[in-house]
């Protein structure tokens, strides 16, 4: 079935700046959706962003302004550039992948720790 493998987590201070990569096991070129969503401690499970395959972006009210997510379809990849992180985006962090094709059908990584503490 189809894998994604998350890095690039990590320990970084208020203020900093953490880069994640997700990278799939099948191609990402057709019309999939990639995203990340975040898990905090004692907290659900929450939408961060989303990149369609035509480039069109959507943001948790969160980190909008603060993270960019793009994607790779050529290295089946999608990153997300986050910024100015705060104590608050501290939670592990999934890689998600959304087709409809031939049915809908969504698939999770196993998540990258962000830990965001001066």
């Known amino acids: 079935q189809v894998e994604l493998v998350e890095s690039g987590g990590g320990l970084v201070r208020p203020g900093g700046s953490l880069r994640l990569s997700c990278a799939a096991s099948v191609s990402i070129s057709g019309t999939a959706v990639m995203g990340w969503y975040r898990r905090a401690p004692g907290k659900e499970r929450e939408l961060v962003a989303t990149?369609?395959?035509?480039?069109?972006?959507n943001y948790g009210d969160s980190v909008r302004g603060r993270f960019t997510i793009s994607r790779d379809n050529a290295k089946n990849t999608v990153e997300m550039q986050m910024n100015s992180l705060k104590p608050e985006d501290t939670a592990v962090y999934y890689c998600?992948?959304?087709?409809?094709?031939?049915?809908?059908?969504?698939?999770w990584g196993q998540g990258t720790q962000v830990t965001v503490a001066s």
């Open positions: 990149v369609t395959s035509g480039g069109i972006r």
């Open positions: 998600h992948l959304r087709r409809r094709i031939p049915h809908l059908a969504d698939f």
